[in-house]
């Protein structure tokens, strides 16, 4: 989790999966909710309207992480911090896993749709709007809160949902490599078309410097991985072995390291048996994946 776990609360598990605070959205959240005041008479629906938000996003980070799980992969922490939550997935190294892991996110919100729309109408036909003026109002932000979300998050900026979904299908058309230096590069001119709608919708929003300098590091940070991703694909194979979890040949003359004596081998020529010290390795990780599996599955 990185420096984001560093000062955030532990707030409660469900399914496995912990849920944090970052110390910071106390902060952005005393902004915020003094913001909303002004368009409330009452203090409450200010603050529901802020919760409201962060139980939404959660909503989303959950999807992320239980699709995740579903195929197979890992995901068992989710921190909310001002700019939204983080679900820290692991899906296993194939296109279909990682798109359905970043689509079921966006589809939550899908299905918040109608749910938030039948509330808000509620809200405004209830003889209660008559003496809670707030509640109506409170009912559209609620909605449009969710609908903004859902068409944030799945523009096609990396790594925004929209541009990971677009990572995941270019995967199917020319591999893992590619389509994130693609992805990334498409990220770069979606944060730059970002900041020119809020320049020129609103010149003095903070937010915006703020969401397109994180969207732009994260897009820098995958651009410089992609490149090396590509140089490491281009690298020659070993055809007598494959990953039984991707399905992909190691790097032919691969060298591990012995962790009894220290000294480099190849562990695929030499059965997992280090030839200086006679240590064996049974399971050996995939580069590609990660995975780590026997030996002996890896023969063709």
């Known amino acids: 989790m990185g420096t984001l776990q560093n000062g955030s609360i532990r707030l409660f598990r469900f399914a496995g999966i912990q849920v944090y605070l970052h110390w910071s959205w106390f902060l952005v ?3 915020s909710i003094s913001e909303r005041r002004d368009r409330y008479h009452e203090l409450f629906y200010a603050l529901a309207e802020y919760l409201a938000l962060f139980a939404i996003v959660l909503l989303h980070e959950f999807g992320h992480s239980l699709a995740c799980r579903q ?7 989710i921190v909310l911090w001002p700019l ?9 190294h194939r296109p279909g896993a990682m798109l359905w892991s970043i689509a079921a996110g966006p589809l939550v919100n899908v299905a918040l749709l109608p749910v938030f729309w039948w509330f808000w109408g509620w809200a405004e036909g209830t003889s209660l709007a008559a003496t809670s003026p707030d509640l109506p109002r409170f009912g559209a932000a609620v909605f449009w809160i969710n609908a903004g979300l859902l068409i944030f998050n799945i523009l096609p900026v990396y790594p925004l949902d929209g541009g990971q979904i677009v990572q995941s299908l270019l995967w199917y058309v020319i591999g893992y490599g590619r389509s994130l230096y693609v992805a990334s590069v498409l990220g770069f001119a979606g944060v730059a078309g970002i900041v020119a709608l809020s320049y020129y919708l609103d010149p003095e929003s903070l937010w915006t410097i703020v969401i397109a300098v994180f969207l732009g590091s994260r897009c820098w940070q995958s651009f410089k991985h992609a490149r090396g991703r590509l140089a490491f694909e281009k690298r020659p194979r070993n055809s007598l072995y494959a990953c039984p979890a991707c399905r992909a040949s190691p790097i032919s003359g691969l060298a591990i390291r012995c962790g009894s004596c220290g000294q480099p081998f190849d562990p695929y020529a030499s059965d997992g048996r280090c030839p200086a010290c006679g240590a064996v390795h049974p399971d050996i990780r995939c580069l590609d994946c990660g995975e780590m599996r026997p030996i002996e599955a890896w023969r063709r």
């Open 29 to 31: 959240a005393a902004y």
């Open 84 to 92: 939204g939550g983080i679900a820290f997935v692991q899906p296993p």
């Open 71 to 77: 195929v197979g992969g890992r995901s068992d922490q």
